[in-house]
């Protein structure tokens, strides 16, 4: 089973640069695709950005533009840049992994990322 810990949130000011970090604890990450979700109060999870093994990206149109998808197949990590924040983005934010295409029914503690002034 992966376990995934998510990390890198805070309060930022609108228009501020956070970087989001998810650890995986699985040998086989590479052999994933990985996405971001977030979850705002009161709302449904919402899918924000995933990238394939071949590392080719995908985005909300929300955050198309804004945020930016990386992985890092040796340290079992995936990014999210996230520029331009607005308080719109304002939620916690999960990643997982994904087969055909759904996350994993298991999820990591989430970051709390709140924008802000």
């Known amino acids: 089973q992966v376990q995934l810990v998510e990390s890198g949130g805070g309060l930022v000011q609108p228009g501020g640069s956070l970087r989001l970090s998810c650890t995986a604890s699985?040998?086989?990450?590479?052999?994933?695709?990985m996405a971001w979700y977030r979850q705002a109060p009161g709302k449904q999870r919402e899918l924000v950005a995933t990238?394939?093994?071949?590392?080719?990206?995908n985005y909300a149109d929300s955050v198309k533009g804004r945020f930016t998808i990386s992985r890092d197949n040796a340290e079992n990590t995936v990014y999210l840049q996230m520029n331009s924040l607005k308080p719109d983005d304002t939620a916690v934010y999960y990643c997982?992994?994904?087969?055909?295409?759904?996350?994993?029914?298991?999820w990591g503690q989430g970051t709390q990322v709140t924008v802000s002034s």
């Open positions: 990238i394939s093994r071949t590392t080719m990206a």
């Open positions: 997982n992994a994904l087969v055909t295409g759904r996350p994993l029914a298991s």
């Open positions: 699985s040998s086989i990450f590479s052999f994933y695709d």
